[in-house]
């Protein structure tokens, strides 16, 4: 009775969404708006959701670990741990370099971290919430990522680690900054959040360096609405970012789970006495960053779509690129060599002698209904999050960030998320020309 029950519970769930959910793709000039970006998504996905629910099992559980070893397997990695946010994602990554276990790698307060500016401010926040020192380097323009040329010189004896994202899905050179970490023995962490499904030398992104990172927030991707993971294929590294993910414990077992060790109560850690109950012994100082088991449900289905999604945002931006690469005033990323990016999005940077402003551009894009953004933070050391902190002692600029600034200042970018339509490209490819061409 019970499953002949949650069957036609299922049932009405997809009739549901047919007669009141499914997404109006129908685009009207001048009256539909055009997001940056959007949830795309079926009747799976909220099947999967009451599915969940009717379990009541809202912690981690059966879809979180089917989505743990379905995203594993996508990347080609030993290992993949789901949290709450991308933004969580990139904490536990970095606080995982500073785990005592790591020993005369482990990243100490003072120690360097080699990043960007120019981006989002969750890729640089841990180095500082930790105490460790942001080092920052300029971003070339034509792939809109690290130079790389810098990386030698922002080098110290304090230098532990490298952790930069892969801008708008576009992948920085990581042959190349593979080999400067290597030769220096640094950490290397990809923040893969903007760029999930992007590939480089035949690989995917977030796999390359000791631990990459996503987030599943509603532009993303994927989305679980709040989500993220973190990935490796280092046991250690998982071992400790396991641990820190669960409030910091020594314990492996799931919840619900006991005694997984089969020595739940005959060991010996720190000055506790022996035998203190191993569920309750904490190797780390650690955080409770743990997704439900509702939103892995959500994201069991959108991974299913994910070779779907990316194919649909290569062919967006592809048609971007095609109507508007002979607009004077107007420069756009390339990809990176050997790399066939998972567009997030579609960067405009104006030339040098634009009449016009990013600002004006923009405003006019806004007032016909096309959604536009800055690439993010633009330079993060002019926010006032910075204010207070000093250069040279709590970070570090090599050189003048002088293509950083000019990113802040002049560039701004559309969306090619799965669910944009043709229609909506070909209008922003007009008005874009019509907005130039006033000027020419």
């Given at each position: 009775?019970?499953?002949?029950?949650?069957?036609?519970?299922?049932?009405?769930?997809?009739?549901?969404?047919?007669?009141?959910?499914?997404?109006?793709?129908?685009?009207?000039?001048?009256?539909?708006?055009?997001?940056?970006?959007?949830?795309?998504?079926?009747?799976?996905?909220?099947?999967?959701?009451?599915?969940?629910?009717?379990?009541?099992?809202?912690?981690?559980?059966?879809?979180?670990?089917?989505?743990?070893?379905?995203?594993?397997?996508?990347?080609?990695?030993?290992?993949?741990?789901?949290?709450?946010?991308?933004?969580?994602?990139?904490?536990?990554?970095?606080?995982?370099?500073?785990?005592?276990?790591?020993?005369?790698?482990?990243?100490?307060?003072?120690?360097?971290?080699?990043?960007?500016?120019?981006?989002?401010?969750?890729?640089?926040?841990?180095?500082?919430?930790?105490?460790?020192?942001?080092?920052?380097?300029?971003?070339?323009?034509?792939?809109?990522?690290?130079?790389?040329?810098?990386?030698?010189k922002a080098l110290s004896s304090k230098t532990k680690a490298v952790m930069l994202a892969h801008t708008l899905g576009n992948p920085f050179d990581i042959e190349k900054v593979k080999v400067f970490c290597d030769t220096h023995n640094?950490?290397?962490?990809?923040?893969?959040?903007?760029?999930?499904?992007?590939?480089?030398?035949?690989?995917?992104?977030?796999?390359?360096?000791?631990?990459?990172?996503?987030?599943?927030?509603?532009?993303?991707?994927?989305?679980?609405?709040?989500?993220?993971?973190?990935?490796?294929?280092?046991?250690?590294?998982?071992?400790?970012?396991?641990?820190?993910?669960?409030?910091?414990?020594?314990?492996?077992?799931?919840?619900?789970?006991?005694?997984?060790?089969?020595?739940?109560?005959?060991?010996?850690?720190?000055?506790?006495?022996?035998?203190?109950?191993?569920?309750?012994?904490?190797?780390?100082?650690?955080?409770?960053?743990?997704?439900?088991?509702?939103?892995?449900?959500?994201?069991?289905?959108?991974?299913?779509?994910?070779?779907?999604?990316?194919?649909?945002?290569?062919?967006?931006?592809?048609?971007?690129?095609?109507?508007?690469?002979?607009?004077?005033?107007?420069?756009?990323?390339?990809?990176?060599?050997?790399?066939?990016?998972?567009?997030?999005?579609?960067?405009?940077?104006?030339?040098?002698?634009?009449?016009?402003?990013?600002?004006?551009?923009?405003?006019?894009?806004?007032?016909?209904?096309?959604?536009?953004?800055?690439?993010?933070?633009?330079?993060?050391?002019?926010?006032?999050?910075?204010?207070?902190?000093?250069?040279?002692?709590?970070?570090?600029?090599?050189?003048?960030?002088?293509?950083?600034?000019?990113?802040?200042?002049?560039?701004?970018?559309?969306?090619v998320y799965p669910g944009m339509q043709e229609e909506a490209i070909c209008f922003m490819v007009a008005k874009i020309r019509e907005f130039?061409?006033?000027?020419?």
């Amino acid at each position: 009775m019970k499953s002949k029950l949650r069957m036609e519970i299922l049932e009405k769930i997809k009739a549901y969404y047919q007669q009141n959910m499914r997404q109006n793709t129908t685009f009207v000039k001048g009256k539909s708006k055009i997001n940056y970006a959007g949830r795309v998504f079926d009747e799976k996905e909220m099947v999967n959701l009451v599915d969940c629910a009717l379990d009541f099992w809202l912690t981690f559980g059966e879809y979180s670990k089917k989505f743990e070893k379905g995203l594993a397997e996508y990347l080609g990695v030993r290992y993949a741990l789901l949290v709450n946010s991308g933004s969580s994602a990139n904490l536990l990554a970095f606080f995982a370099l500073t785990s005592s276990l790591l020993k005369e790698r482990q990243i100490k307060r003072g120690d360097e971290v080699i990043s960007v500016a120019c981006g989002f401010p969750t890729t640089i926040a841990p180095i500082v919430q930790y105490g460790a020192v942001p080092v920052f380097i300029d971003v070339e323009l034509t792939h809109c990522n690290v130079d790389i040329t810098q990386l030698e010189k922002a080098l110290s004896s304090k230098t532990k680690a490298v952790m930069l994202a892969h801008t708008l899905g576009n992948p920085f050179d990581i042959e190349k900054v593979k080999v400067f970490c290597d030769t220096h023995n640094l950490w290397l962490i990809e923040d893969n959040c903007d760029a999930l499904g992007s590939e480089y030398q035949g690989k995917k992104t977030g796999t390359f360096g000791d631990i990459g990172t996503s987030s599943f927030y509603p532009p993303h991707h994927l989305t679980m609405g709040e989500g993220g993971a973190v990935y490796t294929n280092n046991p250690l590294l998982k071992k400790i970012l396991l641990s820190l993910r669960d409030w910091g414990r020594d314990c492996w077992c799931e919840s619900g789970v006991d005694n997984t060790c089969g020595c739940r109560f005959a060991q010996s850690f720190g000055s506790l006495p022996k035998g203190y109950d191993h569920k309750y012994v904490y190797s780390h100082f650690g955080f409770n960053l743990k997704a439900t088991d509702m939103q892995a449900a959500i994201g069991v289905a959108q991974l299913e779509k994910l070779p779907i999604f990316t194919a649909k945002r290569i062919a967006n931006f592809n048609k971007l690129y095609v109507g508007l690469q002979d607009v004077k005033y107007l420069q756009f990323m390339q990809p990176q060599k050997d790399s066939i990016p998972s567009w997030f999005g579609f960067l405009i940077t104006l030339s040098n002698d634009a009449p016009f402003s990013r600002n004006e551009i923009v405003e006019f894009l806004e007032a016909n209904g096309i959604q536009t953004r800055n690439l993010f933070g633009g330079n993060m050391l002019r926010h006032p999050a910075f204010i207070g902190l000093e250069n040279g002692k709590d970070y570090r600029v090599v050189g003048t960030l002088e293509n950083t600034d000019k990113i802040m200042c002049d560039s701004f970018w559309v969306g090619v998320y799965p669910g944009m339509q043709e229609e909506a490209i070909c209008f922003m490819v007009a008005k874009i020309r019509e907005f130039v061409e006033s000027f020419c």
